[in-house]
Structures are given as structure tokens and as C-alpha cells.
């Protein structure tokens, strides 16, 4: 079954997002987020100018929605945009980039497509906590609620990836 | 040109990330006052730490200066000790009408500008002249004890010769009230000195301070110059005793000289006295 587009399947994970963020707030310890998955998937062939401006976007867009703080996101969310390549080629190599093929699960596998993830997430987790704690809370709580967020938020990022990923297999048949 | 771009391409990149997250913060600012006030005390924190830090660095350039201002005060209250040690035996003398032995020294600070130390004849370059009131036969010290002696002086510069020459003897005492007895250099080492013609009768005991006799007309007395070693007798006929100097020659930097402007007179003195 052909997947429907990058763009549309997008734009319902950031609606899916905002759903997520607005109505299933449980607990203080776990801050769920898609972004930095959304951000990593985005297709190969753009610059990082252009992920940059798309994670600014989609910054905005999510914290304007789920009426928080204005602007966290964003904080958190352009530094991904920004190292998104340096992270591709430090997990997947370079090759990615020569044969300018789009990372997928079926190509690149479970254990570096989860690693992406893990580190995408860690980052941006780890700016968005920062900021979000603003030295009100103390640092334990800050990194046992970085720790449980990265390990819900990468199991959650992997079906997110799958969804935003092409499967490409049949074309190199 | 598509190669310029590509070189300016990180550039762009960064002036973007950073227009970005600057317009990221500047949302948050307005958006909660939390962030805000965070935000707001970590920028006093860092501006707090750059401006300490620029001090730093500014007081560390400018430590040369402190120094000098450091050795000039240094100067003028060893001048004013000198004055109220002069009061002090002022006083002395007119309650027991002892004998004079108080002169009034003044004293001039300089800087070492060139000093050998590593031949038997060694010498000290000082940045003070004749124009500074400098005269030859003037003595040399620190507050660590004696460097050595004026010999010879030109308008902005003045030559001495240091302790760690050979040709250079001072005038010692062992303890306050002591015996008296040339001090010159072992020769050796940077930090020995030797006390000569020791009459064998005289016991000195290891550890006794060495100070200026004040006989010379160069140095004030009791000018500290170093702690006895071990004796030991020079052909059966007098002694000699191993001092162990205070002043570190090696770092030597500010010095003080030492003029007696009553010496002329009392070396005119003695040289009609030999005459007659």
C-alpha cells in the first residue's frame, strides 16, 4: 500500500501533536513530543536552511496551539534543524547523502534509525526542560524527567518515523 | 560566483540559526514571565562573569604599574620609619648622652635595569642617576637585606657592584650587640656569604642573624643581611663564618640606595686626621 504523502502525513502528526500536548498532559515527569522525529524525517535532498525554517514553523504552530509558552519549541526545535545532517551522517554515514536517498527503516534499519531518534529527542528534550525548569526545579527532577521522556518519546518517534519515511524498497529491486 | 555562495553558505546558515533563536527567546520573554525573569537574571549572570573576567585581565596588564606604586609607597614609609627611628635615638642621646650614631640616610628607589650574576665580578644597572641624587659609595638594599654598592654613577643610570663580587665587603655584626667583622662573598654561591678575621676567642653559634654594623658610612646599621652557618678556623689564627644571605638575587627587581649625605664630611674628617 503506497504511503500518502511527506507533506500531509506531516501536517496530521503536528495536528496529532497539538492534540497530544493539549489533552494528555498526565504527568509533570513526561513531556511527550513528535517534533524532533518530524524535523529528522524531513526529505534529504533539503537544505538545512530550509529545515531550519520548517522547525521554526512548526515551533510556532505547535506552541501557538496547544497554548503554552511561545517560543520553547522554537528554542528547542531550530538547533535540530540545524545539526539534522551532521546527525544523519554521523549514524547513517555519508552515503545517504552521495545517493541522496531518503533515510528509511527498511533501508538503514531499527538500531541506527533508533538511535537517530534517541539523539534528536535527547537534544531537543534537553533544551525544552532547560528552559521549561527555568531553575525553579531541582536538577534530579530535570534529568529523571529528561530520562523518562527520551525513552517514551523515542518508542513513539519510531512509529511516527515509520509513518513519515517512504518505503522506497521496491526501487532498488 | 556559485562557489562564493557555497563559501558563505555556513555563514548564512548561522546568521539564520541565530536570528531564529533570538526571535525564539525574545517570544518567550513576552510570552512568561518565569522565563523572563530567568532569562533576565542568567544574561546579569554571564554579563556579570565577561565583565569580572575583562577586570581580571585588565588588572593583570596593569600589575607593572601596581608594583611601582607598590615600591614608591614602600619607599616613603621606610623613610618615615627611618625619621621616627632617628627621633627615637635623638631621644636616646639626650637622656644618656651617648655617642652619635644615628646619620640621617636618605633613600631613593630604583629599579634594576640590568644585573650579572654569573662571573666573580658581578654587577647591578639601576634607572637612577646623579639628576636623582644618586652619589657613588651609596648602598644598595631591599627589604630583604643588602644588594651592594654605588661605584660608579652617570646622569639617569648608576652602576653598583653587588655583593656577589668579590671586591665588595660590608661591615657586619653578629646579633644587635655582636662582634663585628667583614662580610664578603663565598664565591660560590648566590646565597652564601662568608665572615671574615673572626678572633678565635668569639663563639658563634649557627642561626645568629647577621645585620649591618652601621661603621661603613654606606649602610644604616642593623640593616638585616643574613643568618650564620657553620665556622670554622683559617690557618690557626682567626676564624670564618658562612652566612647564609636573605636577599635572593635571582628575583631581584625593585631596590632601594642608600645615601649618606654626611659621608663627604666625615671622609674629609678622617682623611685630615690621617694627614696630620
Redesign the interface.
Known sequence: MRKPGFLLMYILLLTAQILLGVYCNFTSLFTLTLLPVMVLCIPIKRSTIFCMVAAFITGFLADFMQDGMLGISILALVPIGLMRKGIIQLVFGSEVFSRGEDISFRRQGIGKMALAIAMVTGIYLAIYIFVDCAGTMPRSFCFMRWIISLAGDTILGLFAADLLTKDELGRWR | MPRNSKAFLPL??AA??IA??I??????????T??D??LN?ASHRIMGRLWSGGETVRNHFSLSKQNDALTEENFALRERLREYELAQEAAAEAGESAFMTGRRFTYIPATVVKMSRNSMHNYIILNKGSEDGVTTHSGIITNKGVVGIISAVDKHYSYGLTLMNTNVSVSSRVGRSGMVSPLIWDGKNSNRGVLKDIPLHYSIEPGDTVVTSGFSNIFPADIPVGITGETEIVYGSTSQTEVILFQEFGALRYVTIVKNPERDEISALEKREEER
Open positions: 548564512i546558515t539564520i540559526f531564529m533563536e526571535a525564539a527567546v525574545a517570544m518567550l520573554k513576552s510570552s512568561s518565569l522565563q525573569v530567568w537574571r
